[in-house]
């Protein structure tokens, strides 16, 4: 007599789980429309913002209207792209038409832009149904979040941990199942580090992949870009098709083909701890790309990093502020105790002491150049810190060694200063807490960057996927990484 095999019935993942290249093949094949995709993420929404605090501004009506607009494309078979009718969160520091952009601040919560910045237009015009603006610290400059505007904003993973920052809400919207794609910036990490602590994937385009207009005054001149975080490569790739400039455009069809690389593997910037299960997570990454055929060689940073961390940011990024605020008179008794010091330090550099932060700069593109002379990519954890409870704008201690407010930002900040594009990669998980990995390439190598992550993920889909935990008692966490 013949065993009987009972397979178990295959479920379609709730609308709110689906990715970008889900939702087409959905909208596709007529299985879900849009309009009840934006219902799903609005239900999905009403109950996680109040445990992880991610949207600083819905607008639901405007994205009916979007959607309603998108599913009448998609009967007639006629999408504008692949993002038609995706549910998108802009972070609250990039303009959308009519919507208030309150930059974390006071300073700012009335600002009402008048047009989208340039990478939101082309989002709109590609059909993207725009869901809101998601929550940033104030004026984009910590590494967690929490605003005067917004208050504290949360890891899905651990309530009471941070997302990190400056695209805090961003990620924890996205890692509770809120949108399917999310617009952010990174100008020295912001991308990176919080998709790093909430399982998801993030990239910081180079400079001048993702043409920019019309947006806020720049706080970190050429430091800061527009880019993608997602819960899949491929939905980066999508993205970028979509809000790139002409390389990017070329993409949505296929990546490279890509030959093995040699990697630099950073374990240390030196002088600065990272935490031994970010360690073990990123030896464990080493260990997966040689696996993959590429040869991994742990090597020393340049000097130039750690000297660009101690002695340029500091500089760079309070007279930018400084340079921001003079427009506001009565900005120091208006914005945050934390920004209130960082405007004080701008104000009091001198004119040469600057000019000394920009030498460090080109000496860090010099050592850089040098870098990518004897490797193709570096890789590096995303931060050298897990996350650290949400209302705390940094660990104070990191492998048991006392830390400034910037010792779990040490890996990134140099790629925005050499304009070197980076991918942030899922690499498992330390307890319950996800961490990422980074691949950062030479200038012009975004493409590249996006098919190498495309194998990395192919490599994680064999991993069997976690249980999942409790949302503080809200809701269940959805588990993102596999």
């Known amino acids: 007599m013949n065993a009987v095999v009972h397979t178990p019935a295959v479920t379609e993942a709730p609308a709110w789980q689906l990715g970008v290249h889900e939702l087409g093949e959905a909208y596709r ?9 934006l219902q799903a993420q609005l239900e999905r929404l009403a109950e996680v913002q109040a445990v992880v605090n991610a949207m600083a501004w819905v607008d639901a009506e405007g994205a009916r209207r979007a959607a309603e607009a998108s599913a ?53 015009a590609a059909g993207a149904v725009i869901l809101g603006k998601t929550a940033v610290p104030e004026f984009t400059l910590q590494g967690y979040t929490d605003s005067p505007v917004t208050g504290v904003t949360r890891n899905p993973w651990d309530p009471l941990l941070t997302p990190g920052g400056s695209s805090g809400g961003a990620v924890a919207a996205l890692a509770a199942g ?3 794609l999310a617009l952010a910036t990174d100008g020295g990490g912001s991308i990176r580090r919080p998709a790093g602590h909430t399982g998801l994937y ?91 055929g590429h040869t991994v060689d742990v090597v020393d940073a340049p000097l130039a990093v750690q000297a660009f961390n101690q002695h340029a940011w500091p500089v760079i990024s309070t007279t930018g ?33 600057l000019c000394d932060a920009q030498a460090v700069v080109r000496q860090l593109r010099r050592a850089m150049a040098d870098v990518f002379r004897a490797h193709d990519l570096v890789l590096s954890p995303c931060s050298a810190a897990l996350p650290w409870p ?22 990134t900040a140099f790629a925005n200063a050499t304009g070197l594009p980076a991918l942030a990669l ?5 307890g319950r807490l996800p961490v990422g990995v980074q691949l950062v390439g030479p200038p012009g190598s975004d493409a590249t960057l996006l098919a190498l992550g495309q194998s990395w993920e192919r490599a994680v889909a064999t991993v069997a996927p976690a249980g999942p935990g409790a949302l503080g008692s809200a809701s269940p966490i959805w588990p993102i990484w596999p």
């Open 29 to 37: 094949a007529g299985r879900l429309t849009p309009v009840q995709a």
């Open 72 to 124: 009448a494309r998609w009967r007639r078979g006629q999408p504008l792209s692949a993002l038609d009718g995706v549910p998108v969160t802009v972070k609250d520091n990039i303009p959308v038409a009519g919507l208030p952009c309150r930059w974390g601040s006071r300073l700012y919560q009335d600002h009402v832009p008048e047009r989208d910045e340039s990478p939101v237009a082309r989002l709109r």
């Open 178 to 180: 809120v949108g399917a």
């Open 202 to 292: 993030g990239f910081k385009p180079g400079w001048d992949t993702v043409p920019r207009a019309h947006g806020l005054p720049e706080v970190l001149p050429r430091m800061e870009v527009i880019g993608p975080i997602a819960r899949s490569v491929r939905d980066l790739q999508l993205a970028m098709g979509v809000i790139g400039g002409a390389r990017a455009g070329a993409w949505p069809d296929g990546l490279p083909a890509v030959s093995p690389q040699r990697i630099a593997c950073w374990r240390h910037i030196v002088g600065s701890p990272v935490d031994p299960g970010v360690l073990a997570a990123l030896d464990a990454a080493a260990a997966r790309w040689r696996a993959l």
């Open 321 to 353: 502020l400084a340079r921001v605020l003079r427009e506001h008179p009565d900005a120091a008794g208006r914005v945050g105790p934390a920004l209130a010091e960082m405007l004080a330090r701008g104000l009091a550099w001198r004119a040469t002491e």
């Open 390 to 411: 949400a209302a705390e704008s940094h660990p104070p201690r990191i492998a048991d060694q006392p830390v400034d407010g910037r010792g779990h930002a040490v890996f």
């Open 426 to 430: 899922p690499a498992g998980r330390v």
